[in-house]
């Protein structure tokens, strides 16, 4: 039978009610000083001995009696006698009985008669470090639930302790389910899913101190799940069942968590993350994630993360934030908490973020993400332009280094961003997939450092610039051609219905995936059904939207299409067929400021390689002729 959600708790009452009904039982281990790096003291530790154990030299010199040297002077130098009035010594040398003071080597004139002569006195324990002065015998070092640094475990062993009691990691056991979920490692068929949730899981969990265990897979049979359930809770300290969390016909969490303890919540008011499951069995935390995995990896950080915290004593980090203005709106509904990942970029003096795909299966949106914002239950979002605060995946300082490429996606921006990336490390080239029309509006408002835009103009047969003189009057850029690329059919292999011409497209009734509204391949769709004099409604799929020509190609390849318009490297990506009809000019859109940049000399510098070239062109379909050549600055 299919399960309702129990409830739809706000996230922080979630937590409260989760944390105040579960614990993860404490247990301590001795482990030697030199492993403890990062571990948590299960006690106070003391110092056994005091160091340093003797007086000694802090410097390099000879050793004296302060209160034969209170006559020395640079008017009268003093001189001392080897062995009775003074004794050689160096750093960290014990100090000879009787004497009390060290001068340094700098201070001394040695003469031939093996004297020593000195023209300033001495104070008594100058330069001397006393016994105790680094740890004192009966010192508290650390004291219990303390996490410790490297500094703390010299300073343990200073004290004359070589073993430490140490909370011992919690155990956890992962157990992925789903009929269809397989090895990552095993061949993948039609229908099956690879479980790469559960290594990102456990990487979390050891990153937090736990030590995890990832079961195998259990198909979707209750009774399974259950007594799969019932012998994790026998060996391990706390339980994570990932997927068939939500209220589905198979969705078998619930009752085996239930069936063997108490479910306290089911059903959290986020987005992502909803179908989160909190509970206990065996006194002991179960919990319930979400199969997709940006649900699954958020509720881990909400729900488990502080958990394992507070066994070891510990308060959770906190992200630090930052203002930022929105390159785009972000809208959300009342009632839900919602976590939207970001990209973020330095731009003309200001922080700008532009939201990544919010789908909580896309798990590139967090590989991509620079930081996260968070929309409270009570709002309808934030506007385009308004200052909002995030947090961040990444450093401040690294985000100033990071430049926001906005307009028409195409492969070749990816290549130029790995190739700054490797030429530049500290820098960054994120692409928000805007459209051509997009990435024009956002040059002008000053959201992006660069656009990618490819719009065919049927007036003039010009590509671009009657585009960016219409919709920028006044503002000063710079047009740099990247390259000239191939448009084209995507098909399967084989291209089983022969598609070669639009008019085809529209007889045929194929299956079609388009591109969004303000995309420059839209808008040459368009433009080749006007030229056949076809209308957008003889066009099976015309209103289905992809948002990059991977997507196109990808869809083509699941077999919800049968054709696409895009570029040749997306087709060859997925091992489809590619028919080419028009070759375009794809550019690069450049803010004035930006232009004369050093940032901008490392892009050139990087879009004029010859090897560069190389491999773009290597892509296939593209041409770099023109790679870097500045078409004409607008004004």
């Not at 706000?10 to 039982?25: G, V």
């Not at 656009?451 to 919709?471: Q, R, S």
């Not at 990059?548 to 919800?560: D, S």
Request: charged share 20%.
């Amino acid at each position: 039978m299919r399960k309702v959600y129990l409830s739809n708790t706000p996230r922080e009452e979630a937590l409260e009610k989760f944390l105040s009904q579960t614990t993860i039982p404490g247990t301590y281990e001795t482990i030697a000083v030199t492993d403890a790096a990062g571990r948590v003291t299960a006690n106070p530790v003391f110092a056994r001995v005091s160091m340093p154990g003797y007086h000694s030299a802090a410097m390099d010199g000879i050793t004296v009696r302060a209160e034969n040297t209170f006559k020395a002077s640079d008017q009268e130098p003093l001189r001392l006698k080897p062995g009775s009035e003074f004794c050689s010594i160096n750093t960290g040398e014990p100090l000879p009985a009787g004497f009390d003071a060290v001068i340094k080597i700098e201070d001394i004139q040695m003469l031939e008669s093996g004297e020593a002569e000195i023209i300033a006195p001495a104070v008594p324990w100058q330069h001397v470090r006393a016994v105790g002065e680094d740890v004192v015998a009966g010192e508290l070092i650390v004291p219990a639930r303390h996490l410790l640094h490297p500094p703390d475990l010299g300073a343990i062993l200073a004290g004359g302790i070589t073993e430490i009691s140490v909370l011992a990691r919690p155990s956890a056991a992962i157990i992925p389910t789903g009929t269809e979920i397989v090895d990552p490692g095993s061949k993948r068929e039609k229908g099956s899913i690879p479980d790469f949730n559960s290594t990102v899981i456990a990487s979390y969990l050891k990153e937090w101190g736990a030590e995890p265990v990832i079961f195998r897979v259990v198909p979707d049979e209750p009774d399974q799940i259950k007594n799969t359930l019932r012998e994790a809770l026998e060996k391990y300290d706390l339980v994570l069942i990932n997927a068939g969390s939500s209220a589905g016909e198979k969705d078998y969490t619930f009752s085996a968590i239930e069936s063997l303890g108490e479910v306290f919540i089911h059903g959290v008011a986020t987005r992502p993350g909803k179908p989160t499951i909190l509970g206990k069995a065996k006194n002991k935390p179960v919990i319930g994630l979400p199969g997709y995995p940006v649900s699954a990896y958020l509720s881990l950080e909400w729900f488990i993360k502080p958990l394992i915290y507070r066994y070891f004593g510990q308060i959770v980090p906190s992200r630090e934030k930052l203002p930022v203005t929105l390159g785009r709106r972000v809208v959300s509904e009342i009632g839900v908490e919602e976590f939207v990942r970001m990209n973020i970029g330095f731009v003309n003096g200001r922080y700008i973020a532009n939201p990544l795909t919010r789908g909580a299966g896309v798990t590139m949106s967090l590989v991509r993400a620079d930081g996260l914002l968070v929309i409270p239950s009570n709002s309808l979002g934030f506007e385009q332009d308004q200052i909002v605060e995030m947090e961040l995946y990444r450093p401040e300082n690294e985000l100033s280094y990071n430049l926001l490429a906005a307009g028409s996606h195409d492969l070749i921006i990816d290549l130029l961003a790995t190739a700054l990336k490797e030429r530049n490390p500290g820098m960054n080239l994120s692409s928000a997939h805007l459209g051509s029309m997009g990435g024009i509006v956002a040059i002008g408002k000053g959201q992006a450092h660069l656009a990618g835009v490819h719009l065919f103009d049927p007036e003039t047969a010009e590509y671009n610039l009657p585009y960016i003189k219409k919709m920028l009057p006044g503002v000063k850029t710079h047009l740099i051609n990247l390259a000239y690329r191939m448009q084209g059919w995507i098909v399967p292999r084989g291209n089983p219905d022969g598609l070669e011409t639009i008019k085809q497209l529209a007889d045929s009734r194929l299956s079609f995936v388009n591109r969004q509204k303000g995309a420059g391949t839209r808008m040459l769709f368009d433009h080749l059904l006007k030229e056949s004099g076809i209308s957008p409604g003889q066009i099976y799929g015309y209103e289905r939207e992809e948002y990059t020509h991977l997507n196109v190609a990808a869809a083509v390849a699941a077999g919800t299409a049968q054709a696409g318009l895009g570029i040749l490297p997306a087709a060859k990506a997925f091992g489809l067929d590619f028919v080419p009809l028009v070759e375009e000019r794809y550019d690069l859109l450049f803010t004035d400021s930006f232009y004369q940049s050093s940032e901008a000399e490392k892009l050139f510098a990087i879009i004029t390689d010859p090897q560069f070239q190389e491999q773009a062109e290597a892509l296939g379909g593209y041409s770099m002729r023109d790679a870097g050549k500045e078409l004409k600055a607008t004004n």
